[in-house]
């Protein structure tokens, strides 16, 4: 047997994918996370958590235990990740989760201590019908040319 606190569960609160149309996701969503509260699951999930949205401060309230964020990004870049990562953890969420930048960006730690530059997602679509293509042939930051070994063919070094 697996156990309940081997389990987690991911929700989306208000979320509009696939054309889903929900209403009472403030009362609906929070209420959910208390009951499940008493299961004993390892977390909550919230993908597209928007830590200013007054559902995520009240399934905050309500879940007692480990809660996942999945911050919405205005753009891949460190910074941005820095930024929504920080507003989350600030709101509350105990872990941040970075699908996308993960996938696109394999030493996405790396990038990050680094405050270097982020893979952009290529296609999303590619990420989930299988094969290597836009889901595991994203360039590694060793994998890329250093902007000081770039020459111009005219010039000096660019750097």
Do not use: C
Request: overall charge negative.
């Amino acid at each position: 047997e697996i156990g309940a606190a081997r389990v987690g569960l991911r929700i989306s609160p208000g979320s509009t994918v696939n054309g889903i149309e929900e209403g009472g996701t403030e009362e609906i969503h929070p209420a959910l996370a208390e009951r499940l509260g008493g299961l004993g699951l390892a977390y909550l999930h919230l993908v597209s958590a928007d830590p200013d949205a007054p559902v995520f401060a009240k399934i905050r309230a309500a879940w007692p235990g480990t809660l996942v964020a999945n911050p919405v990004l205005e753009e891949m870049s460190s910074d941005a990740v820095h930024r929504a990562s920080g507003r989350l953890l600030d709101a509350g969420a105990d872990l941040i989760a970075l699908g996308r930048p993960f996938l696109a960006n394999p030493d996405l730690v790396r990038r990050l201590r680094l405050d270097a530059p982020l893979n952009q997602v290529r296609d999303r679509y590619l990420m989930y019908v299988g094969g290597a293509d836009g889901y595991t042939d994203y360039p590694t930051l060793d994998d890329q040319p250093s902007r000081s070994s770039i020459v111009a063919f005219d010039g000096p070094r660019v750097v």
